[in-house]
């Protein structure tokens, strides 16, 4: 039986900031060190002969975990997502603190956890979540590598992604990876918070990216009002404003959202929003930590919110099974929960408690 994925192979993520990479961004991740870009492609065209023949390969266990539980994997999400597809994680530098986030992608989380620790009273899986590795700093060493592999692909077919940390506080690597993409890039897609400290690299990219390439996949969890409760660092006014110039220029976009325990709260507000402002929207599961899984939430409290959301969303797989889940929270994970939280929210100054919500 074929477990074919279109993703393997095709999709190829890049984590230049601790030197590793993996064949999508669920799967397993390889060390950098002592191998060269050929031997790494190499590698996973050959793993998605093995999915093609049935063999079930460690590297995707995200997968088969999902499966064998029940829920809709990556996999199965992304089914015919098969684009010549790069994606970079250039460095960590962001000026947020989601809740869900850690030092490998937020120099922020980086950090509050190199100042006072990693959280306790949570699990030994989610304090590692919280280490901060060691930073290999090998963008000067892969990226010709990744320039040169573009290269040599043919014109219009590859789907360049830019990461972070926020891509739109990485100056300098933008203007190298678009000097150097040609021909070749089929879109150029930058997933972005949209709310960098400063707009001046997104005017720039505005300005100088093929307006037929660019596309801005928008990470927000909730409506602009509560966003900051997930995502700390969110400033609701800088967000307006460069959601408007994007809106301006016409470069297409989409809404990415993660449903943790603390996004759901808003949920239905939120695509309240996102139906006003003719916003298209993809849920995604929420991986880490799993004490912010929003469907450890009581099952009365998630029926209320499943009570509110419009029929056109109750399609929705993600919020699905999040929502209408039947299995029984385990009480030590709710405890995990609750010290995440006071913690996270202690960390970034916030206090929930004088927020209208009913």
């Given at each position: ?15 230049l900031q ?12 390889h ?10 492609l ?31 994997s ?6 015919g ?7 970079l ?14 030092p490998?992608f ?28 060691q ?11 990744i ?8 014109d219009?077919s ?23 993409a040609g021909?070749k890039?089929k ?18 990219l ?13 990470s ?15 400033d609701?006014?800088r967000f307006?404003g ?11 976009f989409?809404?990415?959202s ?12 939120f695509?309240?929003?996102?139906d006003?402002?003719?916003i ?5 599961h ?5 004490c ?34 039947t ?23 916030q ?8």
């Amino acid at each position: 039986m074929s477990l074919h994925c279109d993703l393997k192979g095709r999709q190829r993520v890049f984590y230049l900031q601790f030197d590793r990479a993996a064949s999508c961004c669920r799967a397993q991740q390889h060390d950098l060190d002592n191998t060269t870009l050929d031997s790494i492609l190499h590698l996973w065209d050959q793993q998605r002969h093995e999915l093609d023949q049935g063999q079930r390969i460690s590297d995707c266990e995200y997968c088969w975990r999902d499966e064998r539980e029940g829920r809709s994997s990556y996999r199965q999400l992304q089914a015919g997502h098969n684009a010549n597809r790069i994606e970079l994680y250039i460095n960590n530098t962001c000026n947020h603190m989601c809740s869900y986030c850690s030092p490998k992608f937020s120099s922020q989380w980086q950090h509050s956890i190199q100042t006072q620790g990693p959280f306790q009273g949570i699990s030994a899986t989610n304090r590692r979540n919280q280490q901060t590795p060691q930073s290999q700093n090998t963008s000067h060493t892969w990226l010709p590598d990744i320039q040169q592999h573009i290269s040599q692909q043919p014109d219009q077919s590859v789907e360049l992604v830019l990461l972070g940390g926020e891509p739109l506080m990485q100056y300098r690597n933008l203007r190298l990876l678009l000097k150097s993409a040609g021909t070749k890039i089929k879109n150029l897609i930058v997933t972005t918070n949209l709310n960098p400290p400063t707009n001046r690299f997104l005017r720039w990219l505005l300005a100088h990216a093929p307006g037929d390439k660019l596309q801005f996949m928008i990470s927000l969890d909730a409506s602009p009002g509560w966003n900051h409760i997930p995502r700390a660092g969110f400033d609701i006014n800088r967000f307006v404003g460069n959601l408007d110039l994007v809106r301006y220029r016409g470069v297409p976009f989409r809404v990415m959202s993660v449903v943790s325990v603390l996004s759901v709260f808003d949920l239905a507000n939120f695509l309240q929003w996102q139906d006003q402002n003719q916003i298209r929207g993809q849920f995604n599961h929420l991986y880490n930590p799993d004490c912010l899984d929003a469907a450890l939430l009581p099952r009365w409290i998630r029926q209320a919110i499943w009570d509110q959301i419009p029929q056109k969303w109750q399609a929705e797989p993600v919020l699905r099974e999040v929502l209408l889940s039947t299995k029984t929270a385990v009480d030590i994970k709710l405890i995990e929960q609750y010290n995440y939280l006071t913690q996270y929210f202690q960390r970034t100054q916030q206090d929930p408690t004088s927020l209208d919500n009913e």
